[in-house]
């Protein structure tokens, strides 16, 4: 079983940058899809952006152009670097797989203010 921990969320005003991280426990990360989601109350959680165990990489047409998702394997920890950052983008951010899901961790919140 992998564990989960996000971290790296915060207060930004718009058009800032955040950058968050997931540490993962388990050997055998580097072969995993993993992904980043966020959730905003009332709403159910939807996925901002991917990357496979080769590196390639997907993202939600919202984020597209702001967002970047990468991983080093060696920590690992995949990471998520969010520029240009809106009002709508507030949520609480989480990681977990791809194609296979664990218990999800506690997430990291992310407020951008206007």
């Known amino acids: 079983q992998v564990q989960l921990a996000e971290s790296g969320g915060g207060l930004v005003q718009a058009g800032g940058s955040l950058r968050l991280s997931c540490a993962a426990s388990?050997?055998?990360?580097?072969?995993?899809?993993m992904g980043w989601y966020r959730q905003v109350p009332g709403k159910q959680r939807e996925p901002v952006a991917t990357?496979?165990?080769?590196?390639?990489?997907n993202y939600a047409d919202s984020v597209k152009g702001r967002f970047t998702i990468s991983r080093d394997n060696a920590k690992n920890t995949v990471y998520l670097q969010m520029n240009s950052l809106k009002p709508e983008d507030t949520a609480v951010y989480y990681c977990?797989?791809?194609?296979?899901?664990?218990?999800w961790g506690q997430g990291t919140q992310v407020t951008v203010s206007s």
């Open positions: 977990n797989g791809r194609i296979i899901r664990f218990d």
């Open positions: 388990g050997s055998t990360f580097s072969s995993l899809a």
């Open positions: 990357i496979n165990s080769d590196g390639s990489t």
